[in-house]
Nanobody, 126 residues
């Protein structure tokens, strides 16, 4: 089992920045593809960013390219999401997720991921 705990959400003005963290339990974190997803009220959960187990390969939704950056520190069992130039449309609950099947590619499909955190709220005021 893997437990994921997000932190770092909050209220920020448009144009501002936040850094989300996701701390994972378990010894096999370094073998998992990790992803960040978000869900706004009345909308489906959507892919935001993903990172390969090594951290070499990263993938982003078109809506966040150039503004959000995903990274990981396998020694700390933590994945991060640096969020810059935030917009009101970024307002959502952000979830981190782990693909526990040791895939080599990042999936943008939520059901691919086996473990989920409880989510952290990000609110961007305009």
């Amino acid at each position: 089992q893997v437990q994921l705990v997000e932190s770092g959400g909050g209220l920020v003005q448009a144009g501002g920045s936040l850094r989300l963290s996701c701390a994972a339990s378990g010894r096999t974190f370094s073998s998992y593809v990790m992803g960040w997803f978000r869900q706004a009220p009345g909308k489906e959960r959507e892919f935001v960013a993903g990172i390969s187990w090594s951290g070499i390969n990263t993938y982003y939704a078109d809506s966040v390219k150039g503004r959000l950056s995903i990274s990981r520190d396998n020694a700390k069992n933590t994945v991060y999401l640096q969020m810059n130039s935030l917009k009101s449309e970024d307002t959502a609950v952000y979830y981190c997720a782990a693909d526990g099947r040791r895939r080599t590619t990042v999936s943008i499909i939520p059901r691919t991921y086996d473990y989920w955190g409880q989510g952290t709220q990000v609110t961007v005021s305009s």
